[in-house]
């Protein structure tokens, strides 16, 4: 696989992450998923993480 398939089969598998996450969290509580924050959590080096908030109504 090249760099830009490796990079598109990221982006699916984050993004269907993401929507079983909100599935799960819609079930359980049965509120609705607004909105997801992702902030970039950085060192030196370059990106290290993201940090997460989620909102529901």
């Known amino acids: 696989m090249n760099i830009e398939d490796l990079k598109t089969k990221a982006e699916a598998d984050i993004s269907e992450y993401i929507t079983k996450k909100i599935i799960e969290l819609k079930k359980k509580t049965g509120k609705e998923v607004t909105s997801i924050q992702f902030t970039a959590r950085e060192k030196m080096t370059g990106l ?7 909102n529901l109504i």
């Open 48 to 54: 290290e993480s993201y940090d997460v908030k989620i």
